[in-house]
């Protein structure tokens, strides 16, 4: 099995996108939201934990960015607000620990393909 992204697309910056990650299957697991930008390395963005309860941001997103978990539909959703050109990325849901996995996105699993946002004017 695979988390499915999608939801990407390029707007300018200050605006908004939400990106759904397709999660049946993954139930039983905490799912998280990973990026990788040209030319640098994939890093953590957010996470919710196996309930939806609890959800957790890094820095750069913290007050922009709002994870959630639909149960009864599967999905993970992921809306981004106040985009900047450094949200230029693609981005991919995964499964890990939440939110410790945040920190070590190569050791994530359940990887699909991503979604690209472009952030610019």
């Known amino acids: 099995f695979q988390l499915q992204a999608s939801g990407g697309g390029s707007v300018r910056p200050g605006g908004s996108l939400r990106l759904s990650c397709a999660a049946s299957?993954?139930?039983?697991?905490?799912i998280a939201w990973f990026r990788q930008a040209p030319g640098k390395q994939r890093e953590g963005v957010s996470c919710?934990?196996?309930?939806?309860?609890?959800?957790f941001y890094t820095d750069p997103v913290k007050g922009r960015f709002t994870i959630s978990r639909d149960l009864a539909k599967k999905m993970v959703y992921l809306q981004m607000n106040n985009l900047k050109p450094e949200d230029t990325a693609v981005y991919f849901c995964?499964?890990?620990?939440?939110?410790?996995?945040?920190?070590?996105?190569?050791?994530?699993?359940?990887w699909g393909q991503g979604t690209l946002v472009t952030v610019s004017s």
């Open positions: 995964a499964t890990h620990v939440c939110p410790a996995g945040l920190e070590y996105p190569h050791s994530a699993a359940s």
């Open positions: 299957g993954f139930e039983d697991y905490a």
């Open positions: 919710t934990t196996t309930d939806g309860g609890r959800t």
